[in-house]
């Protein structure tokens, strides 16, 4: 039960890349990303990229590192603020932006993993979002209709995995990356820590290994924080 | 006197009701939680997958697999629930949400808000603005009155695009309190005054019309 282990980024990602491929990847800001594969897909030279993500990085982090090469051409996002690069090579028109609403852009994603090509959705109705996209009435409500999201290759971060794939997650560094792992072709995973089959609880399974095909033991862990926000301990 | 942040923050928590899922946005919205009243207990909510947002860490406590929708270092309670995004969005999008607190760049008299772009000038993206004012039960809008310009930001329609068309049930600025009758296609009136501020302060900084609720038209 050891075949989806790889022995690192490199050998994860051997064979799958390819120049203008769709890639999905985790995180919401920099928490739950694959801070691992990302630096990996820089270095193969990848091209004209499509990066289905709710964010674009942030400066020096995450996905900025493939703006920085200019290996993305076109962005799937929902808020791709905090980012000064990408909003230069937006505005030079190098790199094509398709914004979504945060939660059209996860139903998108989970609806791609689910064989499901389109849904309606109340968000964006009345908005430059539902432009050229059919709207139809249910029980007196006007509803847009969105399509799937699928992907050549998912790249999602996790806590632990068990050598058959079984993916948990911590904390709010979950967000996209179980909506992803199932909606790419091929889902690679990097976590925190592998352990054997029989460790993790099977009712408590985020992911189940059907959908994750290679596993890496992160080689970067930096977990960089955006917004420290502290408070003092009461001194009694 | 106008209503400070803080005030407009504190009033925005009077809405709160005992046993409210309530999801803030980021700003003026996010205060509202200092100000929860007494004996009411309400669960946040923070769209990245959490139901039940703790205090902020203490120092040197913060985890960085740990943030609320503005990125910023969080806590848990003992009721709280991780999700995913999909999850997460199905419970704002399918209406389990009761209450959302949100700041916009300019709200309409029939109930549209816009809150995300400026075109040519700002390039962030709507994150999940969009889906919590279409989803969420109850819209409340907390912002300036006017815009650094002087402008009012409370209008008859919006000139920036949509981040919802019709969703807005209550408008509370630094100057007042506006119901928005959105069941009924829109139409604003004017509930209360911060203290001191007079309807015609209100009538002359409002570019929208509005109604004047009995009570606050006898004190005028």
Redesign the interface.
């Known amino acids: 039960m050891t075949r989806k282990i790889y022995d690192g980024p490199e050998a994860a990602l051997e064979g799958l890349l390819f120049d203008g491929m769709t890639i999905m990847s985790g995180g919401f800001g920099l928490s739950g990303n694959p801070e691992s594969l990302i630096p990996e897909v820089r270095r193969s030279g990848v091209k004209n990229l499509t990066v289905i993500s709710n964010n674009a990085g942030a400066d020096g982090f995450g996905l900025w590192m493939l703006l920085e090469t200019r290996q993305i051409r076109k962005m799937i996002a929902s808020y791709v603020g905090e980012n000064k690069l990408f909003e230069q090579q937006y505005l030079s028109g190098e790199l094509e932006l398709e914004l979504n609403p945060q939660g059209t852009l996860a139903e998108r994603i989970r609806a791609g993993g689910a064989g499901i090509p389109a849904f309606y959705t109340r968000t964006g109705v009345g908005t430059v979002v539902a432009e050229g996209k059919p709207v139809e009435e249910f029980e007196g409500q006007l509803y847009v209709r969105e399509s799937w999201l699928r992907a050549d290759l998912a790249i999602v971060k996790a806590w632990k995995a068990d050598t058959a794939g079984n993916l948990v997650y911590r904390r709010t560094a979950r967000n996209f990356n179980p909506n992803m792992a199932t909606a790419g072709k091929i889902t690679v995973a990097e976590v925190e820590e592998i352990v054997p089959v029989g460790s993790l609880d099977p009712e408590a399974i985020h992911t189940p290994g059907i959908y994750v095909d290679r596993i890496i033991k992160s080689t970067i862990n930096e977990k960089k924080i955006e917004k420290l926000t502290e408070r003092k301990r009461e001194t009694a | 006197m106008a209503w400070t942040r803080e005030q407009v923050a504190a009033r925005a928590a009077q809405e709160l009701q005992d046993g409210f899922y309530v999801n803030l946005g980021i700003g003026i919205p996010t205060l509202v939680a200092n100000y929860i009243p007494e004996g009411v207990d309400v669960t946040l909510q923070?769209?990245?997958?959490?139901l039940g947002i703790g205090?902020?860490?203490?120092?040197?406590?913060?985890?960085?697999?740990?943030?609320?929708?503005?990125?910023?270092?969080?806590t848990?309670l003992p009721s709280s629930s991780?999700?995913?995004?999909?999850d997460?969005?199905?419970m704002?999008?399918g209406g389990h949400i009761d209450l959302t607190i949100l700041g916009a760049m300019e709200v309409a008299a029939n109930g549209?808000i816009a809150n995300w772009t400026i075109p040519g000038k700002m390039?962030?993206?709507?994150?999940?603005?969009?889906?919590l004012v279409?989803?969420v039960k109850k819209v409340i809008v907390v912002m300036d009155h006017a815009n650094k310009a002087g402008e009012s930001k409370v209008l008859e329609r919006c000139s920036l695009?949509?981040?919802?068309?019709?969703v807005v049930d209550l408008i509370i600025t630094d100057l007042c309190v506006m119901a928005c009758d959105k069941a009924n296609g829109g139409g604003l009136t004017l509930i209360e005054l911060a203290p001191s501020v007079t309807l015609d302060e209100v009538k002359t900084k409002t570019a929208a019309p509005f109604a004047v609720a009995k009570e606050l038209d006898k004190a005028a």
Not at chain 2, 46 to 50: A, H, K, V
Not at chain 2, 123 to 131: F, H, I, P, S
Not at chain 2, 161 to 166: D, M, N, Q, R
């Open positions: 923070s769209e990245n997958g959490l205090p902020f860490p203490y120092e040197g406590e913060a985890d960085p697999d740990l943030i609320n929708a503005g990125k910023q270092t969080i848990i991780f999700f995913s995004s999909a997460s969005f199905a704002i999008r549209d390039v962030k993206g709507m994150g999940g603005a969009m889906d279409a989803g695009p949509l981040t919802g068309a019709g």
